[in-house]
């Protein structure tokens, strides 16, 4: 029945309050979800405050040496190759060690390393340790000379090839990189071979090799067996064993490029009239004329014949093809044709005859000055005599000869 008018109804009790009631639950429920989620978020919050404090609390103990650290107890199960770059402190160190799985933590090595002052005199290079060392263990395993693989020192005048001087043979910077590309890891020893390494460096693309930009052009127009001679200047080179032979030669690439950009090139050419990469060939031609004090003057002939032009005429580039040292070449031998026989190319040799000192860059790029044209060795300590004129160079080159010298 119907209750229009109200007959029925309670006037104590309205219709519409169950709805406001029914408003005033849902308003109460948002509101608690509300507060959760403000909870919840306060909880986060506080989690991350104090896992952020945990972490540099533990910094902090760390760098001070506060409370406890892990170590392992033995003296180490499988070897590994850990590399100390220049300039690295102790705690570098230790990091690095850390990383490579060689001890517990940083802690355990800079602890032991207290007790042992030799830590702070490591040297760059690389170095055979084990995992899970602990960190006295690794300490003296660093310390030890032996540990140390042998960095590659590469001589002024050096060849990619070898030479054959008599029954013995020089080693070109392919067999010397041979060489320091071996290791003994677990009990066997591996190297790469010459012929890897030579591979490599004729087969691969120059950029993938490290090549300078500045030297990119000539070296790709170069024969490839000897696209690469001179960029591996006079220096110490750390090589890290058990990597490809590309990776290999990258790594000295890129590491004589750095110090050929110290020696000046490229950025001391830039008044010498000629390109990095001339200057690069200029340098490797000084490096086996003449001895250190004469490079100036050699330099200055250099400049002076090409500015001529005249041939060059030095036997040292007619010897580069023929792999041997001597000082003098044979008449069949200048005769031959050849872009590195400077008796009969005009100009430069394609590429450097070998690996520059600084000492040489620094003469191919300040030569000494003057009019000399000619030179000839004159005392057998090395010694050149310098002369201006064809007449005066036949002089002392006779006398040269009838005192032995060469």
């Known amino acids: 029945m119907s209750d229009d008018l109200g007959l029925f109804t309670d006037p104590d009790v309205d219709e519409r309050r169950p709805l406001k009631r029914e408003r005033g639950r849902d308003n109460s429920a948002r509101t608690k979800a509300k507060k959760r989620k403000k909870t919840i978020l306060w909880l986060v919050v506080a989690l991350i405050l104090a896992v952020g404090m945990g972490g540099a609390y533990y910094g ?13 107890t033995g ?28 001890v517990a933590s940083g802690r355990a090595f800079t602890e032991a390393g207290k007790k042992d002052t030799r830590v702070t005199s490591i040297q760059p290079g690389f170095y055979l340790m084990k995992t899970k060392m602990s960190g006295q263990q690794a300490v003296a395993r660093m310390v030890d000379p032996k540990t140390r693989v042998p960095a590659v020192q590469i001589i002024g005048g050096t060849k990619l090839t070898d030479i054959k001087v008599g029954d013995k043979v020089v080693k070109g910077v392919y067999s010397l990189l041979a060489d320091a590309s071996c290791t003994e890891k677990d009990g066997q020893k591996k190297c790469l071979t010459v012929d890897e390494i030579r ?23 170069a024969e490839p067996r000897y696209r690469l001679e001179g960029l591996i200047m006079r220096g110490v080179y750390q090589v890290k064993p058990g990597v490809s032979a590309v990776e290999l030669i990258r790594g000295v690439i890129v590491s004589s490029a750095q110090k050929l950009q110290g ?14 990469y001339e200057i690069l060939i200029m340098a490797s031609l000084i490096e086996k004329e003449a001895i250190e004090k004469d490079f100036a003057k050699v330099s200055q002939v250099i400049y002076n014949r090409l500015k001529e032009p005249m041939a060059l005429q030095f036997d040292s580039t007619v010897n580069y093809l023929l792999d041997q040292p001597h000082i003098r070449t044979s008449d069949a031998n200048r005769a031959s044709q050849s872009p590195y026989n400077t008796y009969k190319s005009p100009g430069l040799t394609p590429t450097p005859i070998g690996s520059p000192s600084q000492q040489a860059i620094a003469a191919a790029i300040k030569p000494e000055g003057g009019s000399i044209m000619y030179f000839v060795k004159c005392q057998k300590d090395g010694t050149s005599c310098f002369s201006n004129t064809y007449d005066e160079h036949k002089v002392i080159d006779e006398k040269s000869r009838n005192e032995g010298v060469y």
Do not use: C, H, M
Not at 60 to 72: P, Q, V
């Open 199 to 221: 591979a490599a460096a004729e087969q691969t693309d120059p950029v993938a090799l490290g090549v300078p930009e500045w030297a990119l052009a000539d070296v790709k127009k």
């Open 60 to 72: 902090y103990k760390e760098l001070r040496g506060i409370g406890s650290y892990d170590d392992y």
């Open 75 to 102: 003296s180490g199960e499988a070897d590994v190759i850990v590399e100390v770059k220049d300039g690295e402190v102790v705690s570098q160190i230790a990091s690095s060690l850390y990383d490579n799985g060689v």
């Open 263 to 276: 020696a000046g090139i490229p950025g001391g050419t830039v008044n010498t009239g000629f390109r990095p």
